[in-house]
Structure formats: structure tokens, C-alpha cells
């Protein structure tokens, strides 16, 4: 078994994972030999490159399953194969791609062979000891002390160098670089505006104050050994009184408070699985949003394929509904009445659709391809079948449009109403805005390098075609980039929804940009450079994203 030697040591930091001491959990006679040095390496990078898919305890989810029941009937030139070329459904190539050299892919799939060790819980004392408030509310700005348009600034995730950028929507100035966790990965911004949560994989959380003359950090705290959400309470009343993060490990969300990140409340999310009642001992969170319609954080538990619905207005009285939607949830948004929650059980190729409103699931939706990424979505008026939501997907190039207006279209609501063909597999995110004629599919993923870097377009008002045709942007070729590979990902538009932002993220020690734009004509806006934009990857207008407008 794992977990269960006391001897298990694992090492916090609170701005890097560091090298993970962990002991080799009970080694069987035919186990590979494995130095303990060896064993503490190979932990630090399954758990920095290779748990987001497998699960730490690698019971599987977007990536495939790799107990050692598996890994050893498949065995060690299987394992060191497929982690060196990997596989048209998603796995990287980390051999031929360079990232792993030779002696490290031995010792992954050696290690591979072995149980997993379980990292240490993470509760309140835990959360408690890397709690820092670094400017109390009282000592901070009774106003904005900068001139900054801060509903129309980005942060803009800059992942290898564990930093966000706040930067200008209209001057595309960088105001501030902000040191943030761990491979960071989302940002959300409180329902007044004022308050920026970041969140790096480390599930180091730093609120960042936009009202100080430079946006700082004001408090900081690490919820558990690794994360990815992190959401704050948007219901008329209860506006940054909350805030709340959810983590792969340990599997638990927990409540803060809006003002100074205090610990206030950690929930397990350990339990059964909806379908089969069986027990799960990993069912990590994934996206959180917070709800308008109710004082509720909706919160969409992985393994178990729960969706959660908080109700935060008495946190000593917790009162938590749990519906049953599907396994494998991963990330979603909202329709554009913001009533409806649409999520994607990412590998079993459903959307599910929670009604806000009724705190019950509307419906569970084969998306009709493979492995549905939606990122938030993208909402458009459709020429023929009134508002829908789209998602690309992970595994082929169709784009899934989804009917989303139960009372005005009532045959189209929760039905995919019409499938697009974009660029091809490897998408992960969608993107339009209220403003705007246009739909636009991401590739980063696709294994051809110009595919990668390119960004299909869609018209609204031409989807009432049979085989709607979309334009295809070079935005890695805009980037005017020589040298690398890079992948362009995640489009985000700007307050007023007339441009649109892009990252040409590449390797850490190569450049990167962000290419800008101009909606209406489809042309070039402006091409941002900087030597600290290193990796740049999610963006996140501050009021798109604090008004879920996308
Ligand atoms: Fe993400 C959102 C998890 C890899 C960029 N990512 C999310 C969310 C989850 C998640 C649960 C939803 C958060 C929310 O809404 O509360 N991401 C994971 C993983 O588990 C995974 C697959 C593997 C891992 O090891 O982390 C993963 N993600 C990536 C990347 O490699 C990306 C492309 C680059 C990066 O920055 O690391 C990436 N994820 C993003 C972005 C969003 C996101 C940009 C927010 C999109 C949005 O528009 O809201």
C-alpha cells in the first residue's frame, strides 16, 4: 500500500514545488532497482509534468490510468516508447520533442513500475503556516491611486517564470510584473474589480490589489501541494466577501475570506463516484465559478463527476448540493443569460448543463467529438437557431455549437444544433463576444507546426451555410518569431470586444509575444514583445472575466 509509511516526507516551498522528498513506498522483489535519490526525482517531475493528467495517484483522468497494475502487465520498453514519441491523443512526446532526455525517460518509466508515493494532507494548520497578509485591509488605498482603465487591463499568465503581467488594453503597456506560484496558471478578478486572484499550480494563491499606485500583492496562501482554480463571490450582496480555490491534491476546496485569503473553510472532496458508488480516493476540483443567480460557488469535482453547488451565506452551516453530472469534469462557462453552467466531462466527450437557477442539471450533451475543451466557451447569436455555446475539442477539429435558450428555442436548447470543422485536433480554447460576428478555434496542441500556430475564424452570420468556411490567421508568422516552435493559445478580447489577444507561447528561454487583433477587419493590430514576457499562456481581461462575458 501508500501512503501509509510515516517515514513519507514531502518538502513545501512557498513560491517553487522544489525537489520532492518522498520514500519509495514498500519495494516488491521484482520492483526496478531505484535509488532513493533516483525515486525522489522521478516524483518532482511526474508531479510537475505528468499528475495534471494522470492524477497523483495515477488512477487516471484526461491522461490514461498507470497503477501498477497496468504499467507492469504493458511493461518498461512499453512505457519508455510511448513517453518518448507519445500519442495522437494527447500524450507529448517528451523523448523526440526534447524535452526528456534519454536517461530521464528510463527513469520514468522505471518509476513507473513502482506504486506511488502519496504526498501528506494538506488542512488548516498546514494552510495556516503559509498564510501571509502583506498589506492589511485598513493600511491599504480608500481609492484608486493609479490611472490605469482597469476594466480593460489583462493578466496575462506567464508560466515558466511563475509571474503574471498586467498589462494595458489599449496601450499594451506592461504596468507591473507580478511574482506569483508555480507554473501559474488561472487569474479571476473580484465581482468590484478591485482584487486579482492568481493561482500557479504550486496551489500558491497572491491577491493582488489593482488599486495601489503599482497593483501588489497584499495577501498570499498556499491551499494544498497543487492546484488549478480559484474563483471569488459575485452574488449581490456578498461581492468580494469569498474567495475560493479547489486543489488536485489534497482533493478539497477551501473558503476564504475576500478581504485578507484567511482560511475559513477546507471540504474534502473524497468520497463516491456518482454512477458506480464506488469510493474514490483522488477526486480532485477542477473549474469553479461563482453563480449570479444565488450566494453559491459551483464547483466541478473530477473523478467522482459531481457538481457541486457551494451556498456560501452560512459557512458554519455549510449546505452543499451535490448533483450528479459526469466523470472527468473539467472546465466550462457560462451561457449568455448566465443562468445556465455548461461543463465539459472532457474524456467522455459530454457537456454538462447546470441550471443556476434551479440548482439541478439541465441536461448531459454528447458534444459528437472527441474530448470537449472548452475553456470558459464562446457564446453567439446563431443566424438559424437563436443563442448557442460553443467548445472545441481536445482529439478532433470539430467545434460543437450547443443550443442554450430552453424558452425561446426549445428544440435547439441543449442539442448540438450544428458541428463545425476547424483547423484540426490539438484545440483547447473558443472564444467571441457579444460584440463581435466572429468565432475563433485555437490548435496549440496539433502536432503540425503551422496548424499550431495559426487561429481559425469563423463568421456568426454565415453559420447558416451547410459547410460554414473559416479564415485561417498566421499568428505564429505574425509574431515574426525566428527562432523555435511556437504554439499559439487562448484567445481573450479586450473591454470594448473590438480586438482580440492572442500568446505565440514558446520554450522559456526563447521569445514569446502576444498578438493583437482587430476584430472587425481580421488584420493585424499589434504585435507585443518583451523580454519578460516569458511563456506567456492564459489572459484575462478584468472585465470580461469578473462579468463572465465571453
Ligand atoms: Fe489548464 C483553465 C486544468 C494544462 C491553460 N485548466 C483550466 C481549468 C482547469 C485546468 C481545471 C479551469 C479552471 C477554472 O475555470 O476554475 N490545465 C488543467 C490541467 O489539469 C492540465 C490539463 C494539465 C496540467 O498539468 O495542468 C492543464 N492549461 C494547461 C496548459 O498546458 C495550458 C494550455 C498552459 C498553461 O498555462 O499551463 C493551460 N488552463 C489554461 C488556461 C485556462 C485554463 C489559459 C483558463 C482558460 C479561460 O479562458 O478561462
Same mark, same amino acid.
Given at each position: ?13 512557498? =513560491? ?10 514498500g ?5 526496478p532497482?531505484? =535509488? ?7 516524483a518532482?517531475?511526474?508531479f ?7 492524477? &497523483? ?67 488548516m ?6 498564510w501571509? &497578509?502583506?498589506?492589511k ?28 503581467a ?5 496601450s499594451y503597456?506592461?504596468?507591473? $510584473?507580478?511574482?506569483?506560484?508555480y507554473? &501559474? ?41 497543487e492546484?488549478r ?10 461581492e ?6 479547489g ?47 444565488k450566494?453559491e ?11 457541486l ?12 448540493t ?9 472546465d ?10 455548461? =461543463? ?13 437557477k ?32 460553443a ?6 477539429? =470539430? ?6 435558450d ?14 463545425l470543422?476547424?483547423?484540426?485536433g490539438?484545440?483547447l ?7 463581435s460576428?466572429?468565432?475563433y ?58 480586438? $482580440? ?37 492564459g489572459k ?11
Amino acid at each position: 500500500g501508500h501512503g501509509d509509511s510515516p517515514a513519507t516526507k514531502y518538502i513545501f516551498s512557498a =513560491t517553487t514545488l522544489g525537489q520532492i522528498e518522498v520514500e519509495i513506498p514498500g519495494l516488491k522483489p521484482d520492483d526496478p532497482v531505484m =535509488t532513493q535519490a533516483e525515486f525522489s526525482r522521478a516524483a518532482t517531475i511526474y508531479f510537475e509534468r505528468c499528475a495534471g493528467c494522470h492524477g &497523483v495517484l495515477r488512477k487516471g483522468a484526461t491522461g490514461k490510468a498507470l497503477t501498477t497494475d497496468i504499467t507492469r502487465a504493458n511493461g518498461y520498453e512499453y512505457l519508455r516508447d510511448f513517453i518518448t514519441y507519445g500519442s495522437p491523443a494527447g500524450m507529448p512526446n517528451w523523448g523526440t520533442s526534447g524535452e526528456m532526455d534519454e536517461a530521464t525517460i528510463d527513469l520514468m518509466a522505471r518509476y513507473l513500475l513502482i506504486e506511488p508515493p502519496q504526498p501528506p494532507e494538506f488542512g488548516m494548520a498546514e494552510m495556516k503556516a503559509t498564510w501571509k &497578509v502583506l498589506v492589511k485591509p485598513e493600511d491599504r488605498p480608500t481609492e484608486k491611486l493609479n490611472d490605469i482603465d482597469l476594466d480593460n487591463l489583462f493578466s496575462v499568465t506567464l508560466r515558466d517564470s511563475g509571474q503574471v503581467a498586467l498589462i494595458d488594453g489599449a496601450s499594451y503597456e506592461i504596468h507591473a $510584473i507580478i511574482e506569483t506560484g508555480y507554473a &501559474v496558471h488561472i487569474s479571476r478578478i473580484s465581482a468590484s474589480g478591485r482584487y486579482l486572484f492568481v493561482i500557479g499550480r504550486d496551489a500558491l494563491i497572491n491577491m493582488i490589489d489593482l488599486w495601489m499606485e503599482t497593483p501588489a500583492t497584499v495577501a498570499q496562501i498556499k491551499v494544498g501541494a497543487e492546484a488549478r482554480s480559484v474563483e471569488t463571490s459575485k452574488f449581490k450582496g456578498y461581492e468580494d466577501k469569498y474567495a475560493i480555490a479547489g486543489s488536485y491534491w489534497p482533493p478539497q476546496y477551501v473558503i476564504m475570506d475576500g478581504d485578507t485569503l484567511e482560511p475559513l473553510k477546507i471540504v474534502s472532496t473524497r468520497g463516491m463516484i456518482f454512477d458506480t458508488q464506488e469510493f474514490h480516493p483522488e477526486p480532485r476540483v477542477a473549474a469553479i465559478v461563482a453563480s449570479h443567480y444565488k450566494p453559491e460557488f459551483i464547483v466541478n469535482v473530477k473523478e467522482t463527476g459531481k457538481i457541486l453547488l457551494v451556498d456560501y451565506s452560512d459557512i458554519r452551516n455549510l449546505k452543499v448540493t451535490s448533483i450528479e453530472a459526469e466523470r472527468f469534469l473539467h472546465d466550462g462557462g457560462f451561457d449568455s443569460s448566465k443562468r445556465y453552467f455548461l =461543463t465539459a466531462a472532457n474524456a467522455r466527450n459530454k457537456v454538462a448543463v447546470i441550471d443556476t437557477k434551479e440548482g439541478s442539471l439541465a441536461a448531459l450533451i454528447d458534444t459528437g467529438g472527441q474530448t470537449p475543451h472548452p475553456g470558459r466557451g464562446a457564446n453567439l447569436m446563431h443566424p438559424v437557431h437563436g443563442p448557442v455555446w460553443a467548445t472545441s475539442h481536445l482529439g478532433d477539429e =470539430t467545434v460543437a455549437l450547443i443550443g442554450t435558450d430552453p424558452e425561446g428555442h426549445p428544440e435547439q436548447a441543449w442539442t448540438v444544433v450544428q458541428q463545425l470543422y476547424a483547423l484540426g485536433g490539438g484545440s483547447l480554447f473558443v472564444k467571441s463576444h457579444p460584440t463581435s460576428n466572429h468565432l475563433y478555434v485555437d490548435a496549440p496542441l496539433n502536432p503540425d507546426a503551422e496548424t499550431s500556430a495559426s487561429v481559425a475564424v469563423f463568421r456568426v452570420d454565415e453559420l447558416d451555410q451547410e459547410e460554414p468556411e473559416y479564415t485561417v490567421l498566421p499568428i505564429g508568422e505574425w509574431a515574426g518569431i525566428e527562432d523555435g516552435q511556437p504554439r499559439v493559445v487562448q484567445g481573450e478580447f479586450n473591454r470594448e470586444g473590438t480586438e $482580440i489577444w492572442f500568446s505565440v507561447w514558446n520554450a522559456a528561454d526563447k521569445e514569446s509575444a502576444i498578438v493583437v487583433v482587430d476584430d472587425r477587419t481580421l488584420e493585424l493590430a499589434r504585435v507585443i514583445k518583451d523580454q519578460r514576457l516569458i511563456t506567456p499562456t492564459g489572459k484575462f481581461n478584468v472585465y470580461n472575466t469578473r462579468a463572465d462575458v465571453y
